[in-house]
């Protein structure tokens, strides 16, 4: 999100977080004494003055003795590193990073056949894309709550969308969205529109944020631009269907009927520049019928573009007037709005304002009613419009009737109740709605609950994840760290845990218990249609110029002690770890070939490459294995 350090002069914003950290820094002084006195009276009132960031009481502890094990997943995005980071909760603990996009050094992946080949390559077999640059992490429900099944993650410059399975934590799928420039939002259904017996995720909806021309011939002309929001099937990740709308996508979220989606749009001007698309007072939030939109996908209602056979029903405002028979419907709210996130009750989509100082709160039963053609005005779905404080961006829930939504400008996260909003709006003028707030560093963007965007919310914990870190780590040149916060919201006012330093750049994150997924931790050889199950069928087998050298891998060992290629071979090493202990896990390289990947156990991967050089190599086991792990070699000959 970077559209505020845009607007802000440079170094402003920085300027006045300074002069509040020297304003601060006085009151640092005394704030020691508060925290011992509080040692000798457990309990007793923590002053006014004293900074919500030090609050002493109620706190739950996060760091956790050594050996003792978290108590919640979190999924983070990882931003231009393009893959999916797994830390342990709460104490922050980075455990795992899944790559999908972009290669990863550790796995092998864009290196070994089988990554290459979720990737996608060009005819030469080299990776299509090296760049990614990830934003949006969810997972895939049932009954309202996670299933620990899948999690998705979008790519925003190829518009690609990667699947990870829970049970391995490995990206199995990745999906290229046909038409589509800078995919933003994405959300997975969490119930079917069509058939309500089906009370889990089957579809992925996915937010084309840049508009193009459509098929892209290159005009200049933007008002001749347009978006498409995506939907992908969960299973089989085709794109099952597009909309062509007005205006923009960029966040996404999913009623927990499964009847609506909604994406908040910030350039209903379909500007090309900054300025034109901030011209307008109010933008919008385009709310999807999904039944309707299958329904004229099935009824043949629809378009192709381009090269793609993928149908393109029409979602433009001038097509969609009539509310009984419209796919789509446009409610109007302030200015540039930023995230979309639904409600735990299943009551409320809150859209932030960003560059207005409120949320909006949309009630989906009224724009269900107005597809119904039992509500005159679309306007009417707003029910409440809160003053939260400047440049909020994100909102999650504690499942208490609370919302929390980051003020970007502000460096606060704000908590308000969102009932009390809805009787402000009413005109209720007892009606306060703004419960606490804390200051966060520094710059923050999403924000996430444990359990947050289900029904299971349980408003223990909130992470928020701050774009600049500044002064809160060591310096380590001008690229920081950015600065992940823990904060316990288990109480009436928040009590700040936690700063996690974390590589850039994450955006978005989900937190669940650790009890909804059973990771499996030793593949099955017949997950594998290449795996070598016993080391007797080991070899270099020959056709032509074409090798395949077959080997497995059992601590401290190699099933070829040698093996002979000759100059010019296009090879193929296929590896399987018959190593059957969990944790067991070889690594295999090749020196001056470009070769290194790892295999788990009872894993099988391949190679492909060309022996262009003669001579010997020393293949050996990268990943420490066995006391003989640096012994674990074998030497690849090639013959001139
Ligand atoms: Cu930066 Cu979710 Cu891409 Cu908001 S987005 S911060
Ligand atoms: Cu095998 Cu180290
Ligand atoms: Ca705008």
Not at 126 to 139: E, G, P, S
Not at 544 to 572: C, H, I, N, W, Y
Not at 586 to 594: C, D, L, S, T, V
Request: charged share 25%; proline share 5%.
């Amino acid at each position: 999100m970077k559209t505020e350090t845009q607007l802000i002069p440079p170094g402003s914003n920085a300027l006045a977080r300074r002069s509040f950290l020297s304003a601060a820094a006085a009151t640092g002084l005394s704030l020691g004494v508060v925290a011992c006195a509080d040692k000798k009276s457990e309990g007793a009132a923590v002053p006014a003055s004293a900074p919500a960031t030090t609050a002493p009481h109620g706190a739950a502890n996060v760091h956790l003795k050594p050996g003792e094990l978290d108590s919640y997943y979190g999924i983070w995005s990882g931003g231009h590193t393009g893959d999916m980071r797994v830390l342990g909760m709460p104490s922050g603990r980075e455990l795992l990073r899944i790559p999908c996009f972009v290669p990863d050094a550790l796995v092998g992946w864009g290196i070994t056949n089988e990554s290459k080949a979720i990737m996608g390559t060009k005819p030469n077999g080299d990776l299509r894309y090296n760049v990614a640059d990830t934003h949006h992490t969810h997972a895939s429900y049932k009954d309202g709550n996670y299933d620990g099944r899948y999690a998705w993650i979008n790519d925003k410059i190829n518009a690609r969308v990667a699947r990870v399975r829970l049970d391995y934590f490995i990206c199995d799928k990745i999906t290229q969205l046909p038409n589509v420039q800078g995919f933003h939002g994405i959300f997975p259904d969490k119930r079917d529109p069509v058939d309500q017996a089906i009370n889990y995720t089957t579809r992925v909806f996915c937010g084309g944020e840049f508009s193009i021309p459509l098929p892209n011939t290159g005009t200049e002309d933007a008002s001749q631009y347009r978006s498409m929001f995506s939907c992908v099937d969960a299973e089989t990740m085709e794109v099952r269907w597009q909309v062509l709308i007005d205006g923009n996508c960029d966040l996404v979220a999913t009623s927990y009927d499964g009847k609506l989606a909604a994406t908040n749009q910030y350039n209903i001007e379909m500007g090309a520049h900054y300025e034109d698309m901030m011209s307008a007072e109010r933008d919008a939030c385009l709310f999807f019928n999904i039944a309707r939109i299958e329904a004229a996908v099935k009824e043949g209602k629809f378009k192709t573009v381009g090269k793609s056979k993928v149908p393109v029903v029409d979602g433009t405002r001038e097509s969609n007037k009539d509310p009984k028979t419209a796919l789509t419907a446009y409610v109007s709210v302030p200015k540039n709005p930023h995230g979309v996130n639904a409600s735990p009750d299943g009551k409320y989509f809150v859209c932030s304002g960003k560059l207005s100082p409120t949320c909006t709160v949309l009630e989906l039963t009224k724009v269900l009613d107005w597809f119904d053609g039992k509500l005159e005005k679309l306007d009417a779905a707003i029910v409440a419009e809160p003053e939260v404080g400047l440049g909020p961006l994100h909102t999650t829930f504690d499942g208490r009737g609370n919302a929390y939504t980051t003020l970007f400008l502000d460096s606060q996260v704000v908590k308000w109740n969102v009932d009390a909003a809805i009787k402000a709006h009413a005109g209720d003028k007892t009606a306060k709605y703004v419960v606490d707030r804390i200051d966060v560093h520094y710059q923050p963007g999403h924000l996430s609950a444990t359990h947050g965007e289900t029904m299971a919310a349980d408003g223990k914990y909130l992470a928020v994840g701050c774009k600049f870190s500044k002064d809160r780590f060591l310096p380590v040149g001008p690229l920081h760290a950015e600065n992940e916060q823990l904060i316990d919201i288990s109480g009436e006012k928040m009590v700040l845990l936690a700063d996690h330093p974390v590589r850039g750049e994450p955006h978005d994150f989900i937190i669940f218990k650790r009890d909804l997924v059973k990771p499996k931790q030793v593949y099955s050889l017949d997950d594998f249609p290449n795996a070598i199950k016993d080391p007797k069928e080991s070899g270099v087998f020959r056709q032509g110029k074409k090798v395949t050298v077959k080997m497995t891998s059992q601590a401290p060992a190699f099933s070829l002690r040698e093996f002979k290629v000759k100059r010019g071979d296009v090879v193929t090493l296929i590896l399987t770890n018959l190593d059957k202990i969990e944790d067991l896990t070889h690594g295999f390289a090749i020196p001056n070939y470009n070769v290194n990947f790892i295999v788990n156990p009872q894993e099988t991967a391949s190679v492909t490459f060309v022996a262009d050089e003669p001579g010997v190599f020393w293949c050996y086991c990268t990943h420490f294995c066995h006391a003989l792990h640096l012994e674990m070699r074998t030497r690849m000959i090639v013959e001139a």
